[in-house]
């Protein structure tokens, strides 16, 4: 198979990122099933696991950067993808940072088909095959660290049958409700699912319900527990034009004046969370001294509050939940205090809009949809919501915008992977960072 037909015979399973879905269509036995069945000798690799809500993506950038800077080849895994669907699976090393190719995917894949036609009564997920692809890759790269993100809860998630060096969980928040648990308790439950046993992990600050939970399942495995606030800090942190600087402190550790590209006051803390993790793996002897200064500063990621054009100024940003608005809230505060607001706005079915632009600011709303099956029709938010603008598409909302876009205003895109994602298609702007 080439690397199309690898794609289309992929899409003949089925995609829980595209159709409704409930945990019972999950189970870590029929994974470790599936990497046996396709030899993917998995354990034979060193892990770093990330859960939470808000800032996976980031805090596994920033772990596999650092790695990279340091003389580590690091395996990369995450989910979603903006714009090709192999940004999910990157090898970082020095200085390059570069996605699977097409012909190594295409090779994989094409291997892995008889195989997968042999079993495929037990109905596996593209997202479960997928993240067999991921192994096989770093396995044949012969990575040093593969960092996994995973896609969605913790416990039955198809990255959950790893077995660490640590684990890290981000912000835990109400998100995948209809999944996970209308409860921030139940929620965190099936995040802290990929805390194992005498595994250490690394937390960030966590509401009260969260942080219970966490406590418990890592007394329950015997694992150490670090807490952002706690036991460690993100002090200081600055924000400025192209970059956000902080001081990261602990008893026995501490940095001063780190930079990174991502930028905003949460991707400080992201990026301590990064630090602690790695710190815990240095301590073990499980790497030589890292190198978190230069780590950071190339670490990079498109679409978290980064802007794209300049003229009409345009951010681009995934907030796709409440706690994420609120940092996208914070963010304009810190970079472009006093500029007001043109927000193109389009969400997925199952996110709660209403708690997203509650209390956000804006001057104007423009609704529109995505090329998605998950997507929220642009009519319903309009009945909430009935001074927002409609436009068709990404395309359509974006001419809208720049009418009404002056030196006083910016274009804010925010709302879905998939709306960002369609924005870099269809918008011929600069896309580095500032």
Same mark, same amino acid.
């Given at each position: 198979?080439?690397?199309?037909?690898? =794609?289309?015979?992929?899409?003949?399973?089925?995609?829980?990122?595209?159709?409704?879905?409930?945990?019972?269509?999950?189970?870590?036995?029929?994974?470790?099933? =599936?990497?046996?069945?396709?030899?993917?000798?998995?354990?034979?690799?060193?892990?770093?696991?990330?859960?939470?809500?808000?800032?996976?993506?980031?805090?596994?950038?920033?772990?596999?950067?650092?790695?990279?800077?340091?003389?580590?080849?690091?395996?990369?895994?995450?989910?979603?993808?903006?714009?090709?669907?192999?940004?999910?699976?990157?090898? =970082?090393?020095?200085?390059?940072?570069?996605?699977?190719?097409?012909?190594?995917?295409?090779?994989?894949?094409?291997?892995?088909?008889?195989?997968?036609?042999?079993?495929?009564?037990?109905?596996?997920?593209?997202?479960?095959?997928?993240?067999? &692809?991921?192994?096989?890759?770093?396995?044949?790269?012969?990575?040093?660290?593969? /960092?996994?993100?995973?896609?969605?809860?913790?416990?039955?998630?198809?990255?959950? /049958?790893?077995?660490?060096?640590?684990?890290?969980?981000?912000?835990?928040?109400?998100?995948?409700?209809?999944?996970?648990?209308?409860?921030?308790?139940?929620?965190?439950?099936?995040?802290?699912?990929?805390?194992?046993?005498? /595994?250490?992990?690394?937390?960030?600050?966590?509401?009260?319900?969260?942080?219970?939970?966490?406590?418990?399942?890592?007394?329950?495995?015997?694992?150490?527990?670090?807490?952002?606030?706690?036991?460690?800090?993100?002090?200081?942190?600055?924000?400025?034009?192209?970059?956000?600087?902080?001081?990261?402190?602990?008893?026995?550790?501490? &940095?001063?004046?780190?930079?990174?590209?991502?930028?905003?006051?949460?991707?400080?803390?992201?990026?301590?969370?990064?630090?602690?993790?790695?710190?815990?793996?240095?301590?073990?002897?499980?790497?030589?001294?890292?190198?978190?200064?230069?780590?950071?500063?190339?670490?990079?990621?498109?679409?978290?509050?980064?802007?794209?054009?300049?003229?009409?100024?345009?951010?681009?940003?995934?907030?796709?939940?409440?706690?994420?608005?609120?940092?996208?809230?914070?963010?304009?505060?810190?970079?472009?205090?006093?500029?007001?607001?043109?927000?193109?706005?389009?969400?997925?079915?199952?996110?709660?809009?209403?708690?997203? =632009?509650?209390?956000?600011?804006?001057?104007?709303? &423009?609704?529109?949809?995505?090329?998605?099956?998950?997507?929220?029709?642009?009519?319903?938010?309009?009945?909430?919501?009935?001074?927002?603008?409609?436009?068709?598409? &990404?395309?359509?909302?974006?001419?809208?915008?720049?009418?009404?876009?002056?030196?006083?205003?910016?274009?804010?895109?925010?709302?879905?992977?998939?709306?960002?994602?369609?924005?870099?298609?269809?918008?011929?702007?600069?896309?580095?960072?500032?």
């Amino acid at each position: 198979m080439n690397y199309k037909e690898s =794609l289309k015979y992929l899409d003949t399973f089925v995609n829980f990122e595209k159709k409704a879905f409930s945990a019972d269509n999950f189970s870590l036995g029929k994974v470790r099933f =599936l990497l046996q069945a396709l030899k993917v000798d998995y354990q034979r690799l060193k892990y770093i696991h990330i859960a939470g809500t808000k800032g996976k993506g980031s805090t596994a950038q920033f772990c596999a950067s650092i790695l990279a800077a340091s003389g580590y080849k690091a395996g990369l895994y995450t989910s979603p993808h903006l714009v090709d669907i192999r940004e999910r699976i990157k090898i =970082l090393f020095g200085k390059d940072e570069t996605m699977i190719s097409e012909k190594k995917f295409a090779a994989l894949a094409t291997v892995f088909k008889p195989l997968l036609e042999k079993i495929r009564k037990e109905n596996f997920s593209f997202f479960e095959i997928y993240t067999a &692809i991921a192994l096989q890759y770093f396995i044949d790269c012969k990575v040093d660290f593969a /960092v996994l993100e995973s896609g969605l809860g913790g416990r039955l998630d198809a990255t959950n /049958v790893v077995t660490p060096l640590v684990s890290i969980i981000t912000p835990i928040d109400y998100d995948h409700t209809a999944i996970l648990g209308k409860s921030l308790k139940k929620i965190a439950r099936e995040k802290a699912g990929i805390i194992k046993k005498n /595994v250490p992990v690394v937390s960030a600050h966590q509401k009260t319900q969260a942080a219970k939970v966490i406590k418990a399942k890592c007394r329950m495995q015997g694992s150490g527990l670090s807490i952002l606030g706690k036991d460690f800090f993100a002090e200081k942190i600055i924000a400025q034009d192209d970059s956000v600087t902080f001081n990261y402190v602990s008893k026995a550790f501490n &940095i001063k004046k780190l930079k990174s590209k991502i930028i905003g006051q949460r991707q400080a803390e992201n990026a301590a969370l990064a630090i602690a993790a790695l710190k815990v793996i240095e301590d073990k002897g499980s790497v030589k001294k890292l190198n978190y200064r230069q780590g950071l500063r190339k670490a990079w990621l498109p679409a978290r509050f980064q802007v794209v054009c300049r003229i009409p100024l345009t951010i681009l940003d995934v907030a796709h939940n409440e706690v994420s608005f609120e940092a996208l809230k914070q963010n304009l505060k810190d970079y472009f205090p006093g500029k007001k607001v043109i927000l193109i706005f389009a969400v997925s079915a199952d996110k709660d809009f209403r708690a997203m =632009l509650r209390d956000f600011c804006y001057e104007q709303l &423009i609704l529109c949809e995505f090329d998605h099956p998950r997507c929220r029709p642009a009519q319903e938010i309009k009945r909430v919501y009935p001074y927002g603008r409609l436009a068709e598409n &990404i395309h359509e909302a974006y001419s809208l915008a720049e009418k009404f876009c002056n030196k006083e205003r910016l274009i804010l895109i925010a709302g879905s992977f998939f709306l960002a994602g369609e924005f870099l298609k269809v918008k011929d702007c600069k896309t580095g960072n500032r």
